[in-house]
């Protein structure tokens, strides 16, 4: 397909031109506020603010803001402000020609003895929402889900269609086809490399911490960049403005702590979390006893001074996290990785209305395997990545927007390792590169949104990278108010990838590398389409069909005998699928149900093989339950067509020779060696499971405890991991198992 990139650059500028001109000749005012919780100033997202008058409205976006255009002047309007879990507030204002009013609003908790949603009359439906595949969660919709060991955030994603994992014992995560890698997890705007702890099984990111999370699964627009699959985006909490607060919990695997608190023109906010229990860890690795030891450390501190500069917002964050597998027995290998990111960030809103973000980061990845005296490979792999990104938003009287960006990052990945031949590979890079993007929204039309845009590599990670562009399109139309149409398309480039062993059953952690000079970048071409229709506001269905084609894809060359040959080879990936979701919700309970029908293939050397996450059928039903009184129940109902993996046909001695000299003394031994059947033809049985939990709010004076109780695997069956490959034995995943929280607030 021939792309016209100058006609794409022109028709920026004539939309830009036609806005602006809109802008200025019409004498509507508009309506910019903030939504905040009144008693820790903590900003509300995704919050629903709707004019009652003009039955319009609009949500609050990742950092609690709203704005709303083109209202009437001198006319006195009906404004309700309603979130989960809060009293509905209503204000009444009026604006006057070419006036931008901002207001602050605060919205009161409910008390824990009422129930945890309330409803208004009306729940505004963005029709014209160009994001394609975006998904909003707001840490109340977090906390409500089963827990399994407890709330995470990453384990949450493997609910929606769309989103694949391998197993139980970790919440690795693959979405649409694509490999683990190619998944970009961002926390306050800095990439997060190695996103899990002990083993897989969660997040390194702590939910206490967390306000908002926005999870692509596809089609996002040029403001991303650097993965071909989704874009994971978390950001934290603020702390306390108001007074000092403290929070503490304990699970059967951690204990953690949290403490935020106000500070001159600004505030901060302090969190901590450990592990002290294997107990869960032999339920989840088939009862061996694994010596894991893990923590991560966060903190933030913000300030805001009109003495400074007047609607300015100043961030600093830090993360640390640290993780260690390590055995008293000298046969055994042992494990360390850890992420240390720092990040600085500077909101400014203007008049115009106009943002703009200014960030700089730092995020380091290290990771070690210790063969100690056992067979395992030795491996060392450290990463390094300074990134400095600008970006500009403007907001124009007739809703259209225009976002430029740009962004340097600077790269250093290291990396030493041998093969399964013994082979050693000592990769040492330093690279940088240079991108822009700029896109459009056209949003002026109440049925009908487009978002079209670019981001330009000026300068490449990998040095064939330089230069090229990364189009990208998305649309919404709804011919009718219940009716929305979706499509986008765009290319994608990604210069940074894994070593990944697909023939490992756990991965403790892959390595990650630049790609080398000798390979192109990793580079997709993706297309999606839905349909939506909207019965009520309350209840909806989405039916959603996508196609990706991958090419330049870097695997671990299995054929590398000698220190010359290279240590990576491309492959190409296909993935396409269908995907179905039905929501209802009430004032008390919810009902979500999402089903996905998809393939995924990749091809190396000419061979073509099903990856170890394909799977071709996979559901879920989820039911929540607030009656009221601080009382909350769920449950998660999950169903999974079988994973490849790769048959062992059958075993023979093999003649084990180290040296020469046992050729002529015959003292070679001979050691069992597996016949294996062509790559992951096989299919492992069906999964499927119930999970339930249960939470109970009290309250002791200034003291709020949370008690959750959560069962996994209720009727306990027994779901197939893998067969060992030495003795063929059968390995499941998780037996019934029930865990504990309790969490303190002060």
Known sequence: MQINYPLIFRLLIFFTIISIQVSYAQQFGKLRGVVSDSINGEALVFCNIYLDELKTGTSTDKRGMFLINQIPPNIKFTVLISYVGYQTKTIVFEVQPNELKDIEINLEPLSIELSAVEKIGERYVEKNVTDLGLEKISIKQLE?????????VIRSLQYL?????????SARYYVRGGSSDQNLVLLNGVTLYAPFHSLGLFSVIDPDMINSIEFFKGGFSSDYSGRLSSILNVLTKDGNKNRF????SASFLTGKGLLQGPIPNGSFMASGRFSYSNKILKSFLDQKTVPVDFYDISARINYSSPDIFNNAKFSLFTFLTNDKISYNDPSREGYSWKNNLLGFEWLQVYDAPLFSRLGISLSKFEGKIIPNESNLKPLTNDLQDVTISF????VFNSKDQVDFGLMIKLLSAKLFMENKTGVESDIDRFAGNISIYGKYKLLRYEN???????RLNVTGINSNTGGTFEPRISFTYNPYDDLIFKGSTGIYIQEVSTLTDEDEIISIFDPWIIIPDYLDPAKSFSYSGGIQ??????????IEGYHRNSTNVPVTNDEKYFSFDPDLVSSSQESYGWEFGFNLQDNIYSITTSYSLSWAYKKVDGYTYYPKYDTRHAGNIMLEFNPGNAWSFSSVWSLYSGLPFTEIISYYDKYN?????????????????LILADKNLGRLASYHRLDIGVSKKLSFGPTIFTISLNAINVYNRKNIFYYERDSGRRVNMLPFLFTATIKAEI
């Open 144 to 152: 409500i889900l089963p827990k399994g060991v407890e709330t995470d």
């Open 161 to 169: 269609p769309g989103v694949s994992s391998t197993g139980d014992i």
């Open 245 to 248: 607060g403290a929070a503490a």
């Open 391 to 394: 970006d500009l938003n403007a």
């Open 448 to 454: 009908f949104g487009l978002d079209i845009g670019s």
């Open 533 to 542: 229709y909207n019965f009520s506001p309350d209840v909806n269905i989405q």
């Open 657 to 673: 020779i180290q040296n020469p000299f046992e050729v002529l003394s015959g003292t070679g031994n001979y050691v069992p060696y």
